[in-house]
């Protein structure tokens, strides 16, 4: 999605010290780094942890330590204040008023009628108010993806494009998700996130701040996609989106490659995640792009044949019209190297 370019992403180095929440690459990593995993390492501070052990309590030591200081934190904490259960139940009611059709004249259970735009409104919103307006426009595009029946479109959202405030709403955002998992489960919020501009990167904030949702979110996504990911606006978004989130947890992009192949669907994905892909030894005789094509195309599995053979036949259609990057190197190497 090109319009998170110039945003920054979370690195797989980041990734992999959330993953295993190692304290020490922690307090390695730069200002703007440590700021997209706020939301976890402030939940982490604050809540009551389940590891009772004195090595987690030394390194909750070292967290808050790495915490303070940090102005963005009082912020966060404020968020966590809230009383969620309220919200909850507002949110429901809100649901529920707009199953039945409501909702047409502006009334709603979250927020009241905006005196200013939604970009304003959140500027000068206490925390409880900045929930409830990030909580209310997260609905409203999850309820349309349900209504689309897969058919893609692109909601256009201030509080998603304002890029003053884009750190401020993913902290909503992630704290929204982790403290509502049964009102927003992640894989749903991350379905939602494609429909928005900077989507990619609320998605990958999102996971980073979740990390054990990594393989669970990817397999949601792939699952909803599309068999033939290149014809359509929406398969492209998709398959950028997953993309970017196995940049950051690169140890998992051949994982998620196999589930491509396994749903059938997004196989400009999986070219994209193999020629992402690079091998320990750099010289070896096959190239790992042409082993993955032809494992697909010479296997024993019929139904990944012709779905993959598709795809090459898409892509050599279009190549003289709209060439896009997986399918002109596909046939390149095809036509080279697989009679």
């Excluded at 780094?33 to 052990?53: G, I």
Aim: glycine content about 6%; hydrophobic content about 45%.
């Amino acid at each position: 999605m090109a319009d998170s370019a110039g945003l920054q992403f979370v690195s797989s180095f980041a990734f992999e010290a959330m993953q295993k929440v190692d304290v020490v690459r922690l307090a390695a990593l730069s200002d703007p780094e440590l700021r997209l995993l706020l939301p976890c390492l402030v939940r982490m501070a604050l809540c009551a942890p389940a590891d009772q052990s004195h090595t987690w309590a030394q390194d909750k030591k070292l967290i808050l330590r790495l915490l303070s200081g940090v102005e963005a934190v009082n912020s966060i904490v404020a968020l966590l204040s809230v009383d969620f259960h309220a919200l909850e139940q507002d949110a429901r009611k809100e649901q529920q008023f707009r199953n039945k059709g409501g909702g047409s004249n502006g009334e709603s259970f979250l927020v009241s009628q905006l005196q200013h735009g939604l970009t304003l409104e959140f500027e000068h919103s206490d925390p409880l108010r900045r929930l409830r307006l990030t909580l209310s426009e997260l609905l409203v595009i999850m309820n349309k993806v349900t209504d689309s029946n897969g058919e893609f479109f692109l909601k256009s959202s201030e509080l998603f494009e304002s890029p003053v405030y884009l750190e401020e709403v993913a902290d909503v955002l992630c704290i929204l998700q982790a403290e509502l998992p049964f009102l927003l489960p992640i894989v749903d919020v991350a379905e939602a996130l494609l429909h928005v501009r900077n989507g990619d990167w609320f998605m990958c904030l999102l996971v980073a701040n979740v990390p054990d949702s990594f393989n669970e979110v990817c397999r949601g996504l792939i699952k909803n996609g599309e068999r033939q990911d290149e014809e359509s606006v929406g398969g492209r978004h998709r398959t950028e989106a997953l993309r970017q989130l196995c940049l950051m947890n690169p140890s998992q992009a051949l994982n998620i490659r196999a589930m491509v192949v396994e749903e059938c669907h997004l196989p400009g994905l999986g070219v994209a995640l193999t020629l992402d892909y690079k091998p320990d030894a750099p010289d070896e005789a096959v190239s790992p792009l042409v082993s993955y094509v032809s494992g697909l195309l010479l296997g024993t599995n019929s139904k990944v044949r012709t779905w993959f053979s598709m795809f090459i036949r898409n892509g050599q259609q279009v190549r003289r019209k709209c060439v896009t990057c997986t399918t002109f190197c596909l046939n390149n190497i095809l036509s080279k190297n697989i009679t």
